[in-house]
């Protein structure tokens, strides 16, 4: 077989292009996101529609195994991260599963902030212990 000394070079440019995507996308991972100042932190209560949409739509990108969920779960982490709020170790838990395409551990951490939210644990920034208030309840 004869290589034709021409010919590697498109080769070893690809390779080189794909190895350069691989180690910026690595180093994306690799580098901690900044974090958020307390200048930065929400006094404003979370938005809870804002909130139950990030999970449904983290839900949704995990049941179909979408290597996308990552920037939706980086975002809800942030949304909680905003607001001091409690369950924020959860928040940055999901985010590192996403980023590592964990999907299944994904779906439960997923399950335990809805758990978390369904029995109103979140606290608002400010409040202590005292859990954020239904609207519902008198």
Do not use: C
């Amino acid at each position: 077989m004869t290589i034709n000394p021409g010919s590697p070079k498109p080769l070893i440019e690809k390779l080189a292009r794909s190895l350069r995507e691989v180690i910026d996308d690595l180093q994306k991972k690799i580098m901690p996101p900044p974090s958020v100042e307390i200048s930065n932190k929400s006094t404003q209560p979370i938005d809870m529609e804002l909130l139950n949409a990030l999970l449904q739509a983290v839900q949704t990108q995990a049941e179909e195994m979408d290597p996308d969920m990552e920037d939706k779960a980086e975002e809800l982490n942030q949304l909680l991260e905003r607001h001091g709020n409690t369950n924020k170790a959860l928040g940055a838990r999901l985010a590192d599963q996403a980023a590592n395409l964990d999907f299944e551990e994904a779906l439960e951490t997923l399950s335990e902030l809805r758990e978390a939210f369904t029995h109103n644990t979140l606290l608002s920034p400010g409040d202590g212990d005292q859990p954020i208030s239904n609207k519902n309840e008198k």
